[in-house]
């Protein structure tokens, strides 16, 4: 089993930037892929980013391509997004996910965060 605590939300004015971690408990995260999704107010939940196991390996949704990066620190089991350039359309709960499969879909992800809320202001 794995444990997944998210942090790093708050309110930020668009253009600015967060950083979310995602810290794990359990058996240890670096045997798995990990990855970010949001779910903004009356949408479903959407993917966001991914990385592999060894963190040589990271995919994006075209959404966050040059603004969102996502990266790992397995000594830590902790994994991050540092998100620049801050959208109101951002504003989402953002959850960690990890699994043994590495892609876009929830399926693939078997353990999840109970999520942070990113909330950007225009």
């Known amino acids: 089993q794995v444990q997944l605590v998210e942090s790093g939300g708050g309110l930020v004015q668009a253009g600015g930037s967060l950083r979310l971690s995602c810290a794990a408990s359990?058996?240890?995260?670096?045997?798995?892929?990990m990855a970010w999704f949001r779910q903004a107010p009356g949408k479903e939940r959407e993917f966001v980013a991914a990385i592999t196991l060894s963190g040589h390996n990271t995919y994006n949704v075209d959404s966050v391509k040059g603004r969102f990066t996502i990266s790992r620190d397995n000594t830590k089991n902790t994994g991050y997004l540092q998100m620049n350039s801050l959208k109101p359309e951002d504003t989402a709960v953002y959850y960690c996910?990890?699994?043994?499969?590495?892609?876009?879909?929830?399926?693939?992800?078997?353990?999840w965060g109970q999520g942070t809320q990113v909330t950007v202001s225009s």
């Open positions: 359990g058996r240890t995260v670096s045997s798995y892929a």
């Open positions: 996910a990890s699994g043994v499969r590495f892609g876009s879909l929830e399926q693939m992800y078997d353990y």
